[in-house]
């Protein structure tokens, strides 16, 4: 008897070994992008904190946590410039890129060695050491924001502009080890630092790592807004800026953007453009100040907008054009190999951008035109808790700080530049992260003045021991309750979009990505030459390269209103061989008039279609 309990406790623990956990997979798979993306912001603390390390910080106080946060997006920025001048030399493979990690590591343990060997320089940062002991209770209400977030960075790629060029452009770098030009893909030319960092992120772990890249950088701001916001207006101005921010990207986690990316790097210029206006003498924040704007104007053109305000702070302060000279160079090193190469390549640095000034390449005046409409189209307006900030100059505090005085200047500049020129919030998001503060410090301040009793419980210095244990139940409890709706409501949809395996992520992009399924089912054919017509967005997905876009020399418009004759001898006089159909794009093209004597299909998935193109000459048949 005690044998046969014995066989069945053995049969038992092998029939749950031979049966998968979905769970437990999922949990490992988390693990492992986790544990990667740790290896990763190791490196790029050990990267930016050595450089940090250049300026004069233990002369005078600096914010503890403000600066290793700081350090993560200056080592980031840094580690797309290495890789950059790798993916240039052809040698963007994974071992070019475990010794850029290894390097970092490297200067992570120098730095922590040297933290340990000198310990804090003054008083006031030995003092900052403790101050996450008054803080953290206010902090936790952003940290519940951000494990959905957390979760929903691990769901296989399905956003659309991932999808269409990003992902794309990061593949085919990562395949072939170099900076090569697609021009199959749309903006082939622009500045792609951050898609560099994607295709390491490729190469070493898979297309969902690289949502866990962008999700850092966004994690970064954050912790940047709440210290910044914790100067400017304490710790419940702190809880709210960072909220406000993470509320404001909470769909950018889930994607391999670069919008979060350069928010990271023009905030942190900002933040180190104010430091070197409080210590002039130490020009070493000038330099990390130019850098990181370098990196985010290597990154997306839009970044280009807000250089005007720093090139003005510099040139009204002393010593101007030895400043202007020594930010110029630094700003350049990161951004001028996309703009020198564009210049060369096309006669136009900011291609296609530059078309009305510097001659349209691979774009046409008609393509602009239609850009700018359908921006137009969506225009929009930010969301209401950023507008307490337009009364920022009605506060007495913010306008006798000389730092924060500059920050609502730099919030009215780049508005402005916005309003003129895209008015669509996502273009916006730069700015997010000073709007985020002082709209969360003109409320705090509002709410001050209107209660008189908050100072005494939530203020940065309470008046008391007890008044501060107020301050840290009420804050406990709105996290308690903000934490359980939120997670109940949230967490769990988020995990089941989770794929731990191959036929999971099948399942969740078939319901997820237009035209998945065509994609998958022609993988495997020799298809040729190919033209897709409306699935821009799955292009990630489709056998690569493959042509067609509303913009370009591809673009959809040139095949509207022909004939399926007309059609395919246009396509075959570009040497096309394969036409992939979005059915709800292009509906009736079967119903053209002798459809079927110059197209065959050869692949249907929900509705969409594939068609081989029957060679001509069309004139000799009958």
Known sequence: MRGWHCRRRVDDRLRRERTPDPMNDKLVFAAQQYTSLLVFAIAFWGLG?????????????????????????????????????????????????????????????????????????????????????????????????????????????????????????????????????????????????????????????????????????????????????????????????????????????????VDMGVSAFVFGGLIAHLQWERHRADRAWLVLSGLLLGCAAGSKYQALGLLPFFFGCIAIQPHRVRNLLLWSVSLAIPCIYWYARNFLLTGDPFNPLGGSVFGYGNWSAADMRYQLFDLKNAANWPEWFLWPAALAPLSAALRRNPAALRLQIFAAFGFAVWLVTSHYDRYLMPVFPVLSVLSAVVMVQTLQWVTGRLPSVMSEKASSPRARRAGGVLVAVAVSILSVNWWINTVPKQWRNVAANEAERNQILMGSVTSYGLGQTIQHQQLGRTYQWGLEGAIYYLPNPVYGDHFGPWRYRDMDGLSARQLAEKLTSQHYETLLVHRATVPGLEAKPEFTRYFTPIAESNGDKAYKVIPGPYADQS
């Open 49 to 257: 904190r050595t450089a940090l390390a250049c300026c004069n910080t233990r002369a005078y106080p600096v914010d503890r946590w403000l600066l290793q946060g700081l350090a993560i997006v200056l080592g980031l920025g840094l580690a797309t410039v290495a890789l950059q001048s790798i993916a240039a030399a052809g040698l963007l493979r994974r071992s070019s890129i475990n010794l850029l990690l290894a390097l970092g590591w490297a200067l992570a343990l120098l730095q922590l060695a040297r933290s340990v060997r000198h310990g804090p320089a003054t008083a006031a940062t030995a003092a900052a050491a403790a101050q996450p002991l008054q803080v953290w209770p206010y902090a936790l209400v952003p940290l519940a924001l951000v494990v959905p977030l957390a979760v929903s960075a691990l769901h296989p790629p399905y956003r659309w502009d991932e999808l269409m060029y990003h992902l794309p452009h990061a593949r085919e770098w990562a395949a072939t080890g170099r900076l090569q030009i697609n021009e199959w893909l749309r903006y082939p030319y622009a500045p792609a630092n951050l898609g560099l960092l994607y295709a390491a992120g490729l190469i070493i772990r898979g297309d969902v790592f690289t949502h866990l890249l962008h999700a850092l950088t966004g994690a970064m701001v954050a912790l940047l807004v709440f210290r910044l916001a914790l100067h400017h207006g304490g710790r419940l101005a702190a809880c709210l800026a960072a909220s406000f921010w993470i509320l404001l990207t909470r769909d950018e986690f889930a994607a391999a953007h």
